[in-house]
């Protein structure tokens, strides 16, 4: 990924949740927003990156709001308005990072909350979400919520108009009404988060700058609320994955399974942070989607090589989350989890059966997973096949060269002479 791209992706969602209130609605920050962008994509191969980047496209923005406002307002009943917002944009473009918060405070929490207000659908709440706060594509987020991207690019602009028209206010909501937004205020985080820590597209096995954001909102909501289970839940889910981000990508950036990754690169102080957080949540009574997550990655973090996995553990746990979030994900997951603790043939019959019940069509773990847990078997050309089924919906770079190699070694083996 270039440099452009990687500040595009880093930058975007906290122009945007600046800009909200400056030009009065959603859809024209993201389009400010852009605009800035544009304009640096165009200026700056010639003269240079500014020595801040993020001050430079604060101020060019905010000239640009400006602009919008002017054309929008009556000039003379917002003068002072107008007179002060210019004289905030004519910032030196070379001001620091540190000088460029204070002028443009991130606000992204702000948004996070507006986009998950009650008036909204939960759907409606986490696409929007997705696409405002994080700059997913329309495609990405479809993957996610496993919908044709006509359908999702519907429901975004539905909620556009809906938070336009019903006035929804754009601020962190009064204590008393924050446990009315937490379920998808949370939903989006861990999206976020699954996006960043297993990218969909593109040229990255992880983007980091996406799982970075994820634990630092998911951090902003221990702090406002600190003794929420599930807010504990989430952020101990997300610290006790994110730990093994050095591991799980090669030099090349090839991907590497959990089985055979190198343990001593996974990050302990993020891990005993997890468990500890883990530990809270789980004493408050019974466990939640988050916690049992959390759970789950805490076994594998605890093992110190991947033959000493409690599987039968892992096995149980994901048992319990069917019950709390019957999703056909969550039993896929469980039924990997068998046959890793030696029952390879109920846990294959269970995928096969939710191949056949079609809800996981477009999902391309479904056919990876079959394809691993054949070849385990022996049976190297009916996983070639799942491998190619799996290689027609992954998007993401290094999955297709790891499905690629996968491929390419199951049919030599189903060549060998029996």
Not at 165 to 188: F, H, M, Q
Not at 200 to 219: K, N
Not at 251 to 279: T, V
């Amino acid at each position: 990924m270039d440099a452009f791209t990687a500040l595009y992706r880093e930058e975007l969602s906290r122009l945007v949740a600046g800009l909200v209130s400056m030009v009065g609605g959603l859809q024209a920050a993201e389009e400010v927003a852009q605009e800035a962008f544009e304009a640096a994509l165009v200026q700056w191969p010639a003269s240079g990156w500014p020595p801040s980047p993020r001050a430079w496209l604060i101020r060019t923005a905010r000239h640009k709001a400006l602009d919008r406002v002017r054309r929008r307002l009556n000039f003379e009943g917002k003068r002072s308005e107008l007179e002060a917002m210019a004289r905030t944009s004519d910032q030196s473009p070379d001001l620091s990072d540190e000088e460029a918060e204070r002028l443009f405070p991130d606000e992204r929490l702000k948004l996070l909350f507006t986009c998950c207000h009650p008036a909204l659908s939960m759907e409606a709440r986490v696409a929007l979400s997705l696409r405002a706060l994080c700059g997913l594509t329309t495609e990405e987020i479809a993957r996610a919520f496993l919908v044709p991207v006509p359908t999702l690019a519907q429901r975004l602009v539905r909620a556009k108009q809906k938070i336009h028209t019903a006035g929804i206010p754009y601020r962190v909501p009064a204590e008393a009404l924050l446990p009315d937004r937490v379920e998808a205020v949370l939903a989006v985080i861990y999206l976020v988060f699954n996006e960043g820590y297993a990218a969909t597209s593109g040229e990255e096995r992880v983007r980091l700058a996406l799982c970075d954001q994820a634990i630092r909102l998911g951090r902003t909501m221990m702090e406002l609320m600190p003794r929420r289970r599930d807010v504990q839940g989430l952020l101990a889910l997300m610290l006790l994955h994110d730990s093994r981000r050095d591991a799980r990508t090669g030099p090349d950036g090839e991907a590497i399974l959990l089985e055979q990754q190198d343990r001593s690169r996974w990050n302990r102080a993020q891990i005993d942070e997890g468990l500890r957080l883990l530990e809270a949540a789980l004493a408050g009574g019974p466990p939640g989607a988050y916690e049992l997550q959390a759970a789950i990655a805490a076994v594998h973090a605890r093992a110190a090589a991947a033959p000493q996995t409690d599987w039968a553990q892992i096995a149980g746990l994901y048992a319990i989350l069917a019950r709390v979030q019957p999703t056909p994900v969550v039993e896929l997951n469980r039924a990997v989890a068998i046959a890793m603790a030696g029952a390879l043939e109920h846990g294959l019959a269970l995928v096969e059966e939710l191949d056949r019940g079609g809800a996981l069509e477009r999902y391309a773990a479904l056919p990876a997973a079959k394809a691993d847990l054949l070849w385990r078997s022996g049976r190297f050309r009916a996983a070639a096949a799942e491998y190619e089924r799996a290689l027609s919906l992954t998007a993401s770079a290094p999955e297709r060269r790891f499905l690629e190699q996968r491929l390419h070694e199951s049919r030599r083996r189903a060549e060998r002479p029996a």
